[in-house]
């Protein structure tokens, strides 16, 4: 097979990267979650301070996990990392950024201005526009401030998962476009206030994205159908708006025979030809992008050793660096027979068991993005239906694709999704049709330019949530929602509308607002996806908290393509199955009310017959289909209707 044009890593020593060879000032490492962009924007931060230059690493992503990856405590000032001369980090934390951009805001009227109208000015400023635009801000000053520029070699960028990259790197060309035409009065004036200042600063940033001499970007993937077919719509979309210098990264693969694979493990072989196969399969846009390819190793990418060992230095190996159980025989002796494994927990079965017996309601699955919440979301409706339960599945992920792993009807089933650009469309024409219709031109000409504004999103897909979370009185409504970041941006705009609504009606009037239903665990089940892996499970851990102080509290927690669930015979996974083990380890016992486990298969879960074998155990294994889950359940399935 013709892997394509670029490197091929494998488990000893190799040649620089292609995509780091002569590398600009800035470099983008952007692709969908959980694919490994930050480990490798870590790893090729690290190789390029210990070649000499002077580096500066940076997260835009709301959940970042950059400081957790080095082990190393960062926040929205600029880090040094004392191990690594030359390279300091900086994650640029929303709420930071709020606080600052909100109090340049109201601090020069804060004793001029009434106590009321302050409040006021501080709930325009407490939504997740503003995190967008405070976050955004920051972003271009790396990319236009000399100051910036003049102090450091490279700068490299650990983006936010693709979605909201995309949305992110477009900003500057939105806000240059609509300050550009501008003449209009916004409606949300809180978070724009200033902007007119930064015209300059934008349109430099725009420059700055589209000059392939400055500007690089890498595009990190999988060798798995639904990655590098979102590698090739980011390469498109990002290509549109002038990001022309792509390379592409194969994460993750499984190492040939000689990297320590035992041909006659099952598990080993089916992922490995089903690696084979997608890559085979990609479009020509990207077969044709300069390629690397990263094995699968046995470790975590957390802690600089492992870091180092995933880009060694020309002349080293991985081994060196972090160890003989990276790769090969070695890994063996390290191994426990996986097979025999106490993992603990459920199985998705008894999980869906326990949703149906509820016969209606709002079941959100939430975490990092590419830990597998589409396909479990698809298939708890999928299950769902099969019991004879009218379903709703949906997803608020602008990088989703639940048709595509549904590939198939059911007619209990519904699927959609909320698209921010129809939602924007069906809230403009709902906007002009109801406050235009009675203003005069200029009037009309000034809405039309308010609902310009890129903050006019955030509202018409929020509208639509609320939309669909109202139709859980009825039936089940499953949310596939976007990775963590998304998330909590969509909960702060719930959060926000539940304030405002509380400030309208009074303490006097019943009402119920889209939080209060998030709230209530009669009416909505938050299940926690992630992976047995260190950086996963921190963030989870993470946004279960910060859920909690919103007063959600997460009803259980699926620990998803468990490689110790799947007892694998080849050296190299069973090495990764027994690291496994700590984890699936805190999540049972530390973080979750309750548990389900489910095995890395061999085969994708494509198709309602597959989706439908995740959340069925007995019957699966029955037909002889192989093992699905870690626990055989008891559980009766529920009746028909």
Known sequence: MTLGSGTRAGAGARADPAFLARAPRFLFFTGKGGVGKTSIACASAIRLAEGGASVLLVSTDPASNVGQVLGVDIGNTVTTIDAVPGLSALEIDPEQAVQQYRERIVGPVRGLLPAAEIASIEEQLSGACTTEIASFNEFTDLLTDAAWTAAYDHIVFDTAPTGHTIRLLQLPGDWTEFLTAGTGDPSCLGPLSGLEKQRAVYAQAVAALGDPERTRLVLVTRAQQSTLAEAERTHAELGAIGMSRQYLVVNGMLPDAEGGLEEDD?????????????????????????????????????????????????????????????????????????????????????????????????????????????????????????????????????????????????????????????????????????????????????????????????????????????????????????????????????????????????ASLHFVTPMMKLQDPAQTKVILVTLAETTPVLEAAGLQDDLRRAGIEPWAWIVNSSIAAAAPASALLRRRAVNELTEIDAVRTRYAARTAVVPLLAIEPVGIPALAALADPPARAQAGLGRTGVAATTAPRRPRR
């Not at 190996?317 to 972090?322: E, M």
């Not at 025999?340 to 326990?354: F, H, N, P, Q, R």
């Not at 009218?390 to 007619?411: F, N, W, Y």
């Open 266 to 506: 099952p598990l080993a072989v089916a992922i490995r030809r089903r690696e084979r196969r997608a890559l085979e399969a990609r479009g020509p846009a990207l077969a044709g992008l300069t390629t690397d390819y990263l094995p699968l190793l046995a470790v975590n990418m957390v802690g600089l050793p492992a870091l180092r060992g995933l880009l060694p230095a020309a002349g080293s190996s991985a081994a060196d660096l972090v160890g003989p159980e990276l790769h090969g025989p070695g890994a063996a002796g390290n191994g426990a027979d996986t097979a025999a494994l106490e993992l603990g927990g459920t199985d998705l079965c008894s999980l869906v068991d326990a949703i149906a017996a509820d016969g209606h309601g709002l079941v959100m699955l939430m975490g990092k993005g590419g830990v597998g919440k589409t396909t479990l979301a698809a298939a708890v409706a999928v299950a769902l239906a099969e019991r004879g339960f009218p379903v709703h599945l949906s997803t608020t992920d602008p990088a989703a694709h639940l048709v595509e792993t549904v590939a198939g009807a059911l007619d209990t089933l519904q699927v959609s999704r909320i698209d921010p650009s129809v939602e924007v469309e069906r809230y403009t024409e709902h906007v002009l049709r109801t406050k235009g219709a009675h203003l005069d031109e200029q009037g009309l000409a000034m809405l039309r330019e308010d609902l310009r504004s890129p903050c006019t999103e955030e509202i018409a897909v929020f509208q639509a949530f609320s939309r669909v979370t109202r139709e859980a009185k009825h039936r089940f409504v499953v949310l596939d929602t976007a990775p963590t970041g998304h998330t909590l941006l969509l909960l702060d705009a719930t959060g926000s509308y539940h304030r405002e609504i509380e400030r309208q009606m009074g």
